[in-house]
């Protein structure tokens, strides 16, 4: 889909399809005024017949005939002015892209002028870009029956009668497209089904990604990381006929020699829970328990494509979790890349046995900045935040800060947990230096400390994805299923770090 910023008037704009913004309760402002006065009043008229009212991501759908060049007008409500958010805009440029794409408009245009005079243009641009892309996104490689119904759009178009404003919209809104295209990115490798998202096709993917970009990839195979002393990674590889794989991105966009910031990203390709199997209801949907490397992979992307001041690394450690008789068990000590000792309590606590190993690798091999790890780690972080929001849980008083704040931005749901070193008794062990579990009590936060005794000295956090990486029902901007979280915020992090002081 082509995204692209126009010089001109919306009233003037030949289109199958114009956007037109509408607030609950009150007459047509901006763009939408416009429209209105150039049609004759034909947005006012459906406001008195309350035919239309404005209701959050409402549509309704207008004809105008020859009084305008655009074919259609669709109206779509932002609800109550007091309670706009950019995230509400976001939502509501999905809304009009999915009913341009029902009307198989094939292209559809719109203003930044939706009547927020207060707002930055080129924050609503990027909103619009973002609403457009993302809301659109269906994973569809395996659809083969009818597949001429599923329409898509061409074309996008941000019209803009002020010239001297085109470049900072065009800016702003190739960046939200390059970004959003890493969320969709992500959103394809976590939607693939097991038996074709295998670690060794995600090193592949990693590599396909890296060709024709500023990106340096390196794939670690089983041999290499036995000889690094991997073996929690190793370990939980056993099970299964696919081989594991570290995967290791570099971005080095910041000045040569500048500590890098690492990130790390859970990616356990299947999980069935081992020698511990999980139950056979929605066992399927354990192939997304790649989302957090997938994360990883897709900033990596968006930051290569924005061209971002920084060097950045990403570490995805790829394995399947599968029972067999070469397993590894409950009761057996695995030797970490750290060299400290785990006992095994439950197979299915997997995840922070491999990103033990990454942790350590990273702070060993990059002296960064700072780390951060993103991961579906625990169910009990579902339990306590819901199915949208994500557990923060950090050494570092600024980085939690800095992670806030950009949440703040994108409209991710952060929530800082606490490392209380009490419940830290419930991870050691008898027999070796630590358990992989501490039992249900608590779990998000001991799985949070469990990986705090790998991640080193220097700044640390770590974010668990488990709710928000698959979504059970659509949303404005995010279809049922994989979500893509993550790549917004860590961009918007990155960036943060990245810009003068």
Avoid at 247 to 264: D, F, M, N, S, Y
Avoid at 471 to 482: H, M, S, V
Wanted: proline content about 5%; hydrophobic content about 45%.
């Amino acid at each position: 889909m082509k995204i692209d910023v126009k010089k001109g008037n919306l009233e003037r704009f030949v289109t199958p399809a114009t956007a037109v913004f509408l607030f609950e309760g009150e007459e047509p402002a901006g763009s939408a005024a416009l429209l209105d006065r150039a049609s004759g009043g034909l947005v006012t008229e459906l406001l008195k017949a309350r035919d239309f009212k404005g209701k959050l991501h409402a549509t309704a759908l207008l004809y105008p005939g020859k009084v305008l060049p655009a074919r259609r007008l669709i109206l779509v409500g932002l609800g109550k002015r007091n309670d706009v958010t950019i995230d509400r805009i976001r939502g509501a440029f999905a809304a009009a892209a999915r009913e341009a794409r029902r009307l198989d408009a094939k292209d559809f245009a719109a203003s930044t002028d939706i009547g927020l005079p207060e707002e930055k243009p080129e924050r609503i641009a990027a909103a619009a870009v973002e609403g457009v892309l993302l809301g659109l996104y269906r994973y569809l490689p395996y659809k083969t029956v009818d597949r001429e119904e599923f329409r898509e759009l061409r074309s996008f178009a941000i019209v803009e009668t002020d010239g001297a404003r085109g470049n900072a919209l065009r800016k702003a809104a190739a960046e939200a497209e390059a970004v959003s295209r890493a969320v969709c990115f992500v959103r394809d490798l976590v939607s693939a089904p097991g038996n074709e998202m295998t670690p060794d096709r995600m090193a592949k993917e990693a590599k396909k990604m890296a060709a024709g970009r500023e990106l340096a990839v390196k794939v670690l195979d089983g041999p290499a990381m036995r000889k690094l002393g991997m073996n929690a990674l190793l370990g939980v590889a056993r099970g299964s006929a696919q081989p594991p794989r570290l995967i290791v991105v570099e971005h080095r966009g910041g000045k040569k020699g500048t500590a890098p910031v690492v990130l790390v990203g859970k990616g356990i390709t299947f999980d069935s829970g081992g020698i511990s199997l999980k139950p056979a209801d929605n066992m399927g949907e354990m192939k997304d328990d790649m989302a957090g490397g997938a994360a990883v992979l897709g900033v990596l992307l968006a930051a290569a494509d924005i061209g971002l001041p920084l060097n950045v690394v990403g570490l995805v450690p790829a394995v399947e979790n599968l029972p067999d008789g070469k397993a590894y068990r409950p009761g057996d000590v695995l030797t970490t890349h750290s060299g400290q000792t785990v006992e095994i309590m439950s197979t299915d606590a997997e995840g922070r046995l491999i990103l033990a190993d990454a942790l350590s690798y990273a702070r060993k091999r990059y002296r960064p900045a700072a780390v951060i790890d993103l991961a579906t780690l625990t169910g009990a972080c579902v339990i306590a935040l819901g199915d949208l929001g994500m557990g923060l849980f950090g050494t570092d008083a600024d980085l939690n800060a800095r992670i806030r704040a950009a949440a703040a931005e994108t409209g991710d749901l952060v929530w800082e947990m606490p490392l209380w070193d009490e419940y830290v008794e419930l991870i050691k062990s008898d027999i070796a230096d630590w358990k992989n579990t501490g039992g249900r009590s608590g779990g998000a936060i001991t799985a949070a400390l469990f990986l705090k005794q790998f991640a080193g000295e220097g700044p640390w956090a770590h974010l668990d994805i488990a709710g928000a990486s698959w979504l059970k029902k659509d949303r404005p901007w995010t279809p049922k299923g994989a979500s893509g979280i993550g790549v917004r915020l860590m961009v918007e992090v990155l960036k943060r770090w990245s810009a003068p002081a």
